[in-house]
């Protein structure tokens, strides 16, 4: 939706570092949602950056590139909680019209 | 904790018959969103409500849905006649329009089966 891209599955062992990235439209761009949804689970929400740079929130972090369309999700110390889709999603417009990628499926094994 | 409520949480029914999905959104939220959500299509933004005020349904097929919210504690997501392409989980979410984050609470979703 709305050239929203990102990576459709990724594999990463337990305690390493994974980097989800992501790629979007930027007109009417107004900022960048990642959310994580467990299998038959509704998404919750991780982030929303509408700056450039680096947000950290305990193991995870995400970033944003505005002139680029880009942003990505960084996990760190991975559990195998973690395995689990990573949506990424804009908001556009002056409303709260999100419009979400279709997800970044992560498998962490032993 | 507060949490968006959707019922039922499955639904089998047979084409050509009308489905109901009520959502109940976190009280105080002002804004209330329709998703649907397939394997190949991934999460798709049906309608959108701010102050039970219809914002954006451009994303949802006229000629069978409808969306309403007859007050601030209900939401409805209506298709009469239902299809099998209909079949998927729809998600209703609530949020408050306060920036900085616009933060969305989704609920458990409605599994829609058609046959």
């Known amino acids: 939706g709305q050239n929203i891209d990102q990576p459709t599955e990724m594999t990463a062992t337990e305690g390493a570092i994974v980097q989800i990235n992501c790629t979007y439209q930027?007109?009417?761009?107004?900022?960048l949602f990642w959310y994580q949804q467990h299998a038959g689970e509704a998404p919750t929400f991780l982030s929303y950056?509408?700056?450039?740079g680096l947000e950290e929130k305990g193991r995870f972090s995400s970033f944003l590139s505005r002139s680029k369309g880009y942003s990505y999700l960084l996990l760190k110390e991975l559990q195998m909680k973690d395995s689990a889709s990573y949506l990424c999603a804009r908001n556009s417009g002056g409303y709260q019209k999100v419009t979400f990628g279709t997800g970044t499926k992560l498998q962490v094994i032993p | 904790d507060a949490r968006v409520t959707q019922t039922p949480r499955h639904k089998v029914t047979e084409m050509g018959q009308e489905v109901t999905m009520r959502c109940q959104p976190i009280l105080g939220h002002n804004t209330v969103f329709w998703y649907r959500q397939t394997m190949m299509q991934g999460l798709e933004l049906l309608a959108y409500f701010r102050n039970r005020a219809p914002l954006d349904d451009s994303g949802m097929p006229k000629d069978r849905f409808s969306a309403e919210m007859p007050d601030a504690t209900l939401a409805t997501l209506k298709i009469q006649p239902s299809e099998p392409r209909d079949s998927a989980v729809y998600f209703c979410a609530s949020g408050p329009s306060a920036r900085p984050n616009y933060e969305q609470y989704f609920g458990p979703g409605t599994r829609l089966t058609v046959t």
């Open positions: 930027t007109s009417g761009f107004n900022g």
């Open positions: 950056n509408v700056l450039d």
